[in-house]
């Protein structure tokens, strides 16, 4: 009987291995905690590469095996890119008088600390992009280094920083194409955008059946983050065209000591336009036109280049969750907190104007008093 146990226990190594391979994320890193075995096993690196080819197709590249390589690993990625970005120290930041003198901010609270840019370089960025539409995967994307920001003393850094990835990703993929969606992906047939209106059963399927996968890696510092919500935070139909779909994604980042607002909002935005026109029949294709991210601040100002390198390295070490909903209430905190500003501002200016009104009548009533 012993004989048959110790036989046993020489094979489970090869079983439970065979068994981990086939899960997911989330019940591997379980499994790992279950017994001393599987947690030794689970630590194998090609147990990971798995799991994340698996949820992030473009990990499959070879470049982008090497510099996850070069970060740490497998295990070290998922872990820091499974977790979403959450940021609950929004309210902090609601009424510290950022908005109230903007004129009276220095140059280096607007453009940033120069001396900790000179240590970013945006060659170390590398952006992972993968889009999903029900499971399927419709794109997969890598940009090397932030385009268009080489050079201390480039245009880039005092303007709004804004990264278009159809653009310059495609100029280092060999097998690019255009994305699109179809009736075969799974989307409802339409027989007119009339109709399409009045029931927003497309809309509605994109805004459910959409993921984005958006991970940004810093090489020089071995760290990266997801910056987008895998699912759509919003989005808008018929816009600018009634043939264009919006999808927005994004995530809340730090910016103390970057910015006098603290917060700033990453905003990933994913466009689709209705390819097949009037009387073409109920065939339905989707081309993505447009796949983009820039930060921008309480008042919906962009942020620049400058300071963007600067939150992004800082968003690289922030806090994550594996709770969606958790994730969720943080991004629409931020949305909440910026609305009550822009009311609170609107209020102020309304303020000033009834004052100056009041003055000028004032003024008006009193000129004519000592003129009559």
């Known amino acids: 009987m012993s004989v048959a146990i110790e036989s046993m226990a020489s094979l ?32 194998e690196e090609r147990l990971w590469e798995n799991v994340c080819s698996s949820m992030w197709p473009s990990t499959n590249r070879e470049d982008v095996k090497s510099l996850i390589s070069l970060i740490g690993g497998f295990r070290k990625f998922y872990a820091d890119c499974f977790p979403l970005i959450v940021n609950k120290e929004v309210t ?34 590398v952006s992972i992009v993968d889009i999903r539409y029900k499971d399927k995967t419709i794109c997969s994307k890598v ?9 201390s003393n480039s245009w880039f850094h005092n303007c709004p920083f804004r990264i278009d990835l159809l653009n310059y990703a495609a100029r280092d993929d060999d097998s690019e194409s255009e994305v699109t969606l179809s009736v075969s992906d799974g989307l409802p047939p339409i027989t ?12 509605k399927e994109l805004r459910d059946g959409l993921r984005l996968s958006w991970i ?27 043939k264009d779909f919006v999808i927005r994604f994004g995530s809340v980042l730090p910016a103390k000591d970057i910015l006098p607002c603290q917060v700033v909002e990453c905003i990933l935005i994913m466009k689709f336009r209705v390819m097949n ?25 962009h942020v620049n280049g400058r300071n963007s390198l600067l939150i992004l390295k800082e968003a690289l070490s922030c806090r994550r969750s594996k709770n969606y909903s958790e994730v969720l209430e943080s991004c629409h905190l931020y949305s909440k907190v910026q609305s009550e500003l822009k009311e609170e501002k609107m209020r102020n200016e309304s303020r000033i104007d009834r004052l100056c009104i009041l003055s000028g009548i004032a003024a008006f009533v009193t000129f004519w008093y000592y003129i009559l």
């Open 12 to 43: 489970s190594t090869d079983v439970f291995y065979d068994i981990l391979r086939r899960l997911d994320g989330p019940s591997l890193a379980a499994a790992a905690c279950a017994c001393a075995t599987f947690s030794s096993i689970s630590r």
């Open 92 to 125: 902090e930041y609601q009424w510290n008088g950022y908005l109230e003198n903007p004129e009276d901010w220095t140059e280096a609270e607007y453009y940033g600390d120069t001396v900790e840019l000179e240590s970013i370089s945006p060659l170390d960025f």
């Open 143 to 151: 940009l090397w280094g932030i385009p268009n920001a080489n050079g």
């Open 192 to 203: 007119s955008m009339e109709k399409e209106r009045k029931d927003g059963k497309l809309w």
């Open 216 to 242: 940004v890696v810093n090489r020089k510092v071995k760290q990266a983050a997801n910056l987008a919500s895998w699912s759509p935070l919003g989005g808008q139909r018929h816009w600018p065209t009634d």
């Open 277 to 301: 026109t009037e009387g073409e029949g109920v065939e339905t294709t989707l081309k993505l036109t447009e796949l983009s991210m820039q930060l921008e601040d309480m008042e919906g100002a």
